[in-house]
């Protein structure tokens, strides 16, 4: 099973400050990566797959990058808005599995 | 646009079946493009992906829980199911139906409200 680990664990940003999220997979998972968003008592919102295209309707202050093991979320000028939680999710091998998450305050 | 949703008992007894349906809108669960997905999310945890469904009965489960897990799908009410049998504490969870991305990219979108049960 591919272990996801996500860092850091938590993470305040003032607005317009970026916002860097990373995940780390325990072997490749080539481009087969997804990111969520998920707000409390809500369910996860797709953000980003392919490691890198923005799912439909996703702002373009969201953007996601690399491939193998090293991902990165970004969120360029953040928003109170986006303070959330921020889950990763690869899908390269069975079974499908997620980071622990990273949360976001924006303040 | 499509919409999940959840049904199903809230409370689940040690020991018995936890049972739980996702009913699709505004779709057709037989397009051929996308499997059925059941993730869940304990209290402060993190997601756990369960199993996948194809309009055919075609199934994938997570191997840590293929022993006591079903997924099933009914076209003709366009909805599919989940079957956990002998539930633990630790079977206790928010559970998601979800669609999967499409036939070769396991990712999910979108997602049902979630349903929480409890065992105890």
């Known amino acids: 099973e591919i272990v996801m680990t996500q860092s850091p664990a938590s993470l305040s940003v003032s607005p317009g400050e970026r916002a860097t999220l990373s995940c780390r997979a325990s072997q490749s998972v080539s481009s087969n990566l997804a990111w969520y968003q998920q707000k409390p008592g809500q369910a996860p919102r797709l953000l980003i797959y392919g490691a890198s295209t923005r799912a439909t309707g996703i702002s373009d202050r969201f953007s996601g990058s690399g491939s193998g093991t090293n991902f990165t979320l970004t969120i360029s000028s953040p928003q109170s808005e986006d303070s959330s939680l921020y889950y990763c999710?690869?899908?390269?091998?069975?079974?499908?599995?997620f980071g622990g998450g990273t949360k976001v305050e924006i303040k | 646009q499509v919409q999940l949703q959840e049904s199903g008992p809230g409370l689940v007894k040690p020991s018995q079946t936890l049972s739980l349906t996702c009913t699709v809108s505004g779709g057709s669960i037989t397009n051929g493009s996308y499997f059925w997905g059941w993730i869940r999310q304990p209290a402060g945890k993190r997601l756990q992906w369960i199993g996948r469904v194809y309009s055919n009965g075609n199934t994938k489960y997570n191997p840590s829980l293929k022993s006591r897990v079903t997924i099933s799908v009914d076209t003709s009410k366009n909805q599919f199911s989940l079957k956990l049998s002998s539930v633990t504490a630790t079977d206790t969870a928010v559970y998601y139906c979800?669609?999967?991305?499409?036939?070769?990219?396991?990712?999910?979108?979108?997602w049902g409200q979630g349903s929480l049960v409890t065992v105890s």
């Open positions: 999710q690869q899908y390269n091998s069975w079974p499908l599995t």
């Open positions: 979800a669609r999967v991305g499409d036939i070769f990219h396991n990712w999910f979108d979108p």
